[in-house]
Nanobody, 116 residues
Framework: QVQLVETGGGLVQPGGSLRLSCAAS????????MGWYRQAIGKQRELVAS???????TYADSVKGRFTISRDNAKSMVYLSMNNLKFEDTAVYYC??????????WGQGTQVTVAS
């Protein structure tokens, strides 16, 4: 099993920046594909960014050029740097770990609120 703990959420003004962190424990981190998802009130959870165990990265179109995902296998961490935040980025952000055989795991989420 993998335990995931997200930190770094908060309240930020439009145009501001935040960096989310996800600490993983309990299993071999570097076998997992990692992702950041978000869920806004009244909407379905959506993929924001992902980074595979081979460091292949994908982004949702809505965040391309503004968000950057990265991972540090030595520290069992994954990060999401978010710049030029917009009102529509407001959501609970979740860290996800996925492996075909080992399973899929979620963190508890961290709130990001973009407001003036």
């Amino acid at each position: 099993q993998v335990q995931l703990v997200e930190t770094g959420g908060g309240l930020v003004q439009p145009g501001g920046s935040l960096r989310l962190s996800c600490a993983a424990s309990g299993s071999i981190f570097n076998i997992y594909d990692m992702g950041w998802y978000r869920q806004a009130i009244g909407k379905q959870r959506e993929l924001v960014a992902s980074i595979t165990r081979h460091n292949t990265i994908t982004y949702a179109d809505s965040v391309k050029g503004r968000f950057t995902i990265s991972r540090d296998n030595a520290k069992s961490m994954v990060y999401l740097s978010m710049n030029n935040l917009k009102f529509e980025d407001t959501a609970v952000y979740y860290c996800n770990a996925d492996h075909t055989l080992a399973g899929e795991y979620w963190g508890q989420g961290t709130q990001v609120t973009v407001a003036s």
